[in-house]
C-alpha cells in the first residue's frame, strides 16, 4: 500500500514529469502546477546517458522515445581550426558493452512530449498558468498547501518542488541563493540538417578552442545538429533558456573555426544565451512536507551533461521511497541516497569548466589526460 495518497508536483520540466509518471504508476494521485500556460520545451538537445536511459526504459519510454533519438557513434575532441582528432573513443559501442545501455540524444521538446502523453494516459492532473506563490505546511491536519498566484489552492500530502533553477520552493524553504557566475556564457541552437551544405560527423564531438569550446551533436535519427558554445567572458548574462541571443555576435566569436564549426554558425538563424553559474550543495533538500529534486536543488554546470539525467534519477528514487515508506523517513532516505551523488556531479562539472580551453594556442598534456578520462565516464 502506498504511504502518500496525493501528491503536488511544482513544475512540468523534465523532473518534475517524471516524477509525476513515477508516482502515478503506483497509484498515487498527483496534481502538477506548471507556470507555463501552453505545456514544451525550448527546442535545444539533451544527452541522454546510460543512468537517465536506465530510469526511462523503467517509466516504460523506450519505445516511445528510440524512434526520436539519434545514438552517437564517438566521443570525439577536435582541434578548433584543424579539425584534427585530439580523441575519437567509441560512444555507442562502450555504453552498451559496459552499461548495457545506449547513449542518446534526444531533442527536450520530444522527451517532454513524450513524457506529457505518458502522464495523461496515467491520470496526472495537469494545470496550466498555475504559478506557485508559496506553500502552507500545516503540521496538524498532516497536509500542505500551495498557493498559486491567482489564488488557486491545491491540497496534497506532499509538495514536490521541481520548479528549476529559480525555485520558489526552494526559496521559501532555505532562502535566497547566492549563485557565482562563472565567468562563461553558452549559446545553443539547433540547425535543420537541411539548411546544411556540409556533412557533419555522427558524433557526440567537441571542438576545443581558445577561450571557448563548442559541442556539436545530431538529433532526431540525424535530422537536426545541436549546438552549445561556450565562451569566456566577464560580463553577467541572465540565466534563463528563453534569452534570446545575437547570432551575428556568435557568429563573430567563432570566426575562423573549422568548416564544420563556421558552416553550422552560419546556418544559425536564432540563439540563446545563457549564463553560467556555479552553485554550492543546499544544507538540506527537504523540510516539512516539501521536499526538492533537479534543478531546484543541484543546478549544475553543462560540462558532464547530466542535469537533467540527475532530475531524472532524482524522480525515480523518490517515487521508490514515496511508496514504501512513510513520510518523513521517505524523505530521509532520499536526501541520504541522492544528495551525496547529486554533489559529486555538481562539483565535478564545475571542475571541468575550462577544461575544453586552449591557453597559449594548445590544450595542454595534463588537460588531454583529463579530458580522456572525462570522456570515458559517465555515470553509473
Ligand atoms: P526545468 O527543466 O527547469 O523545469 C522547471 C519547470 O518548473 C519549468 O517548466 C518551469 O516553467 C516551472 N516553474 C518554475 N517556477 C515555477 C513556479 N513558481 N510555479 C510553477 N511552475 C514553475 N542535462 C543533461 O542531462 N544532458 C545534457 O546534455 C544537458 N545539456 C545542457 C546544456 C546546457 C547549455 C545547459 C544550461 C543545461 C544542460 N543540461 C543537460 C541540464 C538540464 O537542462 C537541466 O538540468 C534540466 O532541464 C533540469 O530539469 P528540472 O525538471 O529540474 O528543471
Known sequence: ???????????????????????AKQGVQVVMCEQATRLGEVGAGLQISPNAFKVLRALGLESALQPLAFVPQNAAIRDYKTGEYYLKAPLADQAEARYRAPYWHLHRADLHQVLVDACSAAGVDIWLGAALSHYNDDPLSGRICAVMEDGRECWAELLIGADGIR???????????????????????????????????????????????????????????NFVAVEERQDWRSESWREEGDVKELQRAFAGWHPEVSELLSAASSTFLWSLNGRDELPRWHQGRAVLLGDACHPMLPFMAQGAAMAIEDAYALAHYLTRFALPDALRQYEQLRKPRATKIQNMSKANAGLYHMHGGVLGKAKLRALKTVSRVFPQ
Open 1 to 23: 500500500m502506498n504511504q502518500v495518497s496525493r501528491v503536488v508536483v511544482v513544475g512540468a520540466g523534465i523532473g518534475g514529469l517524471c516524477a509525476a509518471l513515477a508516482l
Open 167 to 225: 525555485s520558489s520552493v526552494r526559496e521559501q524553504m532555505l532562502g535566497p541563493e547566492q549563485p557565482t557566475f562563472m565567468g562563461q556564457v553558452a549559446w545553443r541552437g539547433v540547425i535543420p540538417v537541411s539548411d546544411l551544405s556540409i556533412h557533419v560527423q555522427p558524433d557526440a564531438c567537441v571542438w576545443a578552442g581558445p577561450g571557448r569550446h563548442l559541442v556539436s551533436y545530431y538529433l532526431r535519427g540525424g535530422e537536426y545538429v
